[in-house]
């Protein structure tokens, strides 16, 4: 088995490498869904390009030396595989200069240079938009892959070094496509302090809590075997790593460890009974197998939830939980049997040593059980004031779930990461110097795309919407048609195409594709980070109405598109969403439980205080100012994936001891005195695993990492305040009713009998 065990190593090894790594739209929203397609068929694949930034600033960037400089770099870019078009200033002047003097090339004087630029204030305006600071756009394809940025960034770094721009200039490469793979590698990078602070944490957990077994330290490598053979499946089955899904290892460790703990806590139960190894095993396969595996169905459960999300980086969340589960069970129950049976082999001899010392050795009087006492104490509060403490869980839950609804959604990617990150503010930096890039991309099918009512109608629909709060300019075809014609927009046809031809291909092909689409871009500046993703959201609403309100000419069709418009899809999973799953989540485990029990009292007995626990979070995260995000919208679904198990093993041992004759207030007492620490135990290993999060440096991951710390220590006081009164009540109203009813047939019986 070992040696099966270990191949499946090697062969998880191959899989992790097929492990890609995703932040980009997909991962926010569904590619089966319209709006995606609209964005990735008309707008991304025909339109889009992503553009490496290279910023350049001094005490003045209008100057011939400065322009070489830039020129140099533009020629290096251009034969850069991957680079579809480069922008700069240099490249106009030299445009310009062609005009005036016939010869293509940058000036040699400072005072020619700036002649230039200050007589084309409308071209140059946006390139140099100060005397310190100028950019060279370097455009790729929209549906470029991340390798090719990679080789692109790599390249536009290595060029500005060979452009010998002059002393005292700072040469900066920055943009979007920067910033995203940026994150990507620092993400990928933090991944394993992450898991290593996770390891360290079970450490102590396991010194503190597993002191009473031998080799106390051997379920966390037993847990690690198990997250390898999930990064295996992770990479075989083509799951992402997202900045969500990557928290799911710490994750895991908490719960797996927890398997682990139970298998080898048995087996060593049963070695020092048994005697015999062989019997030991299966003692503990037997019975500890099948709980732990009920136990995990239920987690499961909990966590097939997260698949109906709209939001992909979620679904792959669900699933990495779910395969990882499964893998961290399967490791600890045969590796981890395996091993402990294999090390008591090797110290056997040493073990009845000991054995034979400890029984010449009067026996110690017991140590007081602290927490089996406390819990106790705690148990006998709660169900004198079973009725107030019922109570005002319910008010909580109640409140809770009312302040959930004004809990704010975050869904700018830039808020995500380390805010000190160089390439954030390298791109902060960009947007001061140029502002806000964020657009709504409006795709026009038309029948010709010459047709001068069109290009009329666009300008002024151009020029309606820029009067609209948010949307700071637009461009499209128009802009420049006016551009190359005086200002104005040919009357017919003929005219329009002549205008056409003296166009440059690479800026043209920006705005039109083929004969009947055309694009108008909305910027809509930093909108994002301004008015947020409801915002945009009722400014997208607004241009459909306005679109409805100025109908364009017979055979027009206009569809908006674009990222910003993308993410506002993201705020419906986010709210309505999220409820959802939470309550998918509840009818899945509300199901699971009655097929495993057949018993509607041992089905909703553990439910109801993790419901509760889904309300309280609501006025955690008021009370902590978070907002929701892919990860904190996951949290109902990991609440009743992992709290049921706290609360269905406290509800096997209240009706163990009620079948060996105890009271119900005897069974809840003896089974918060003798279950609790174990239980306590449980969740100090999960609430430890939560905790490796914090220490992330990304917000979106520390945040969740806190609240989640939180959630799971509002489990433990949910199973210990909540779930023995609720039990005691509902056991003895069904008890009474069972009994009334036993009353009434023998009522029945003896009247019978006197007629």
């Given at each position: ?14 899989g ?5 790594m ?29 553009s ?8 003045d ?15 290096q ?12 200033p240099?490249d ?5 200069n ?7 090339r ?24 100060d ?15 991340d390798?090719?940025k ?5 390249a536009?770094?290595d060029?500005?070094k ?18 995203m ?18 390891g ?6 396991l ?14 490598p037993?847990v ?7 990064f ?28 682990a703990?139970?298998f ?26 099948p709980a ?34 499964i ?15 294999l ?7 040493r ?14 009087k017991?140590k007081?059980?602290?927490?089996g ?5 705690l ?11 019922i109570g005002i869980?319910?008010?909580?839950c109640?409140?809770?779930?009312y ?12 808020a ?12 902060y ?8 890039t ?11 795309n ?26 499209s ?8 014609n ?12 002549a205008v ?41 609403n ?14 027009t ?30 009818f ?30 609501g006025?955690?995260?008021?009370y ?5 995000t ?10 009743l994936?992992?709290g049921?198990?706290?609360s ?15 009271s119900?207030?005897?069974a ?9 620490a ?13 905790a ?29 305040t ?34």
């Amino acid at each position: 088995m070992l040696v099966v065990f270990f191949l499946l190593i090697l062969l998880s090894a191959q899989g992790a490498q097929k492990i890609t790594m995703k932040s980009g739209t997909d991962t926010f929203v569904s590619k089966d869904s319209l709006l995606y397609q609209d964005y990735d068929h008309l707008y991304q694949k025909l339109f889009q390009t992503q553009s490496i930034v290279v910023i350049v600033e001094g005490n003045d960037v209008r100057s011939a030396e400065v322009m070489q400089a830039i020129d140099r770099l533009e020629h290096q870019l251009n034969s850069t595989e991957g680079v579809e078009t480069t922008t700069s200033p240099a490249d106009y002047i030299k445009k310009v200069n062609y005009q005036m003097t016939g010869r293509s090339r940058i000036p040699d004087t400072d005072a020619e240079v700036k002649k230039i630029i200050d007589g084309y204030p409308s071209i140059f305006g946006q390139l140099i938009p100060d005397n310190t600071h100028t950019v060279v756009s370097v455009g790729m394809s929209g549906s470029v892959t991340d390798d090719k940025k990679k080789e692109v960034l790599k390249a536009a770094q290595d060029d500005v070094k060979l452009a010998n721009f002059p002393p005292g200039y700072n040469v900066i490469v920055t943009g979007d496509p920067a910033f995203m793979i940026a994150m990507n590698t620092q993400m990928t990078s933090s991944m394993g302090p992450l898991l290593g602070l996770a390891g360290l944490f079970m450490l102590i957990v396991l010194f503190i809590v597993f002191g009473h077994v031998r080799w106390r330290w051997l379920p966390l490598p037993i847990v690690f075997l198990g997250i390898i053979y999930t990064f295996g499946a992770m990479g075989f089955l083509g799951i992402p790593l997202s900045m969500v899904s990557m928290s799911a290892f710490p994750v895991l460790i908490g719960l797996g460890i927890d398997y682990a703990i139970q298998f080898h806590n048995r087996i060593e139960e049963e070695l020092r009974k048994e005697g015999n190894k062989s019997k030991a095993i299966i003692t503990t396969v037997k019975h500890t197998g099948p709980a732990v595996l009920i136990a995990l169905t239920m987690t499961g459960l909990g966590f097939v939830s997260l698949f109906t999300s709209t939001v992909p980086m979620i679904q792959d969340f669900g699933k990495l939980l779910t395969i990882g589960i499964i893998m961290c069970y399967l490791s600890a129950l045969f590796v981890g049997v395996i091993t402990v049976s294999l090390f008591d082999n090797i110290s056997e001899k040493r073990l009845r040593k000991k054995e034979t010392k400890v029984e010449n050795i009067s026996p110690k009087k017991p140590k007081p059980r602290l927490i089996g006492d406390l819990l106790r104490k705690l148990t006998d509060f709660t169900l004198k004031y079973n009725v107030i403490v019922i109570g005002i869980a319910t008010l909580l839950c109640i409140g809770g779930l009312y302040a959930d609804e004004s809990v704010g959604i975050q869904t700018d990617t830039q808020a995500f990461v380390p805010q000190d990150m160089p390439a954030l503010l390298n791109l902060y930096h960009l947007k001061d110097i140029m502002g806000g890039t964020d657009t709504l991309n409006l795709i026009i099918k038309v029948n010709d795309n010459a047709d001068p009512n069109i290009l009329k109608w666009v300008d002024e629909f151009s020029e309606h919407e820029t009067q609209r709060n948010h949307i700071d300019s637009a461009s499209s075809i128009v802009t420049l048609v006016k551009q190359y014609n005086g200002g104005t927009i040919p009357d017919s046809r003929s005219e329009i195409e002549a205008v056409y031809a003296q166009i440059p291909e690479s800026q043209k092909s920006q705005y039109i594709y083929g004969k009947n689409m055309i694009l108008l871009n909305l910027n809509i500046g930093n909108a994002q980070k301004e008015i947020g993703m409801t915002g945009i959201q009722d400014l997208i609403n607004n241009v459909k109405q306005d679109i409805q309100w100025m109908q364009a000419p017979p055979g027009t069709a206009i569809t908006i598109t674009g990222s910003s418009v993308v993410y506002t899809q993201v705020i419906d999973a986010l709210t309505s969403g999220r409820t959802k799953m939470t309550y998918i989540g509840l009818f899945l485990v509300l199901g699971g439980l009655l097929v495993v029990y057949r018993d509607w009292l041992k089905a909703l007995v553990p439910i109801i205080p993790m419901f509760m626990v889904t309300g309280w979070s609501g006025l955690v995260m008021t009370y902590l100012k978070i907002d929701y995000t892919p990860m904190t919208a996951t949290l109902g679904a990991l609440i009743l994936g992992i709290g049921c198990e706290y609360s269905i093993l406290m509800m096997e041992r209240y009706f163990e001891e009620k079948d060996n004759g105890a009271s119900p207030l005897d069974a809840i007492h003896k089974t918060a005195a003798s279950i609790g620490a174990a239980l306590i135990a449980s969740g100090a290993t999960v609430v430890f695993g939560f905790a490796a999060l914090i220490a992330s440096p990304f917000p979106i991951t520390s945040n969740f990492g806190m609240v989640t710390v939180i959630d799971i220590l509002l489990v433990l006081v949910a199973t210990f305040t909540v779930f023995p009164p609720l039990i005691i009540v509902l056991d003895s109203w069904r008890e009474k009713k069972r009994g009334t009813r036993v009353l009434d047939r023998k009522e029945n019986k003896i009247q019978g009998a006197d007629l």
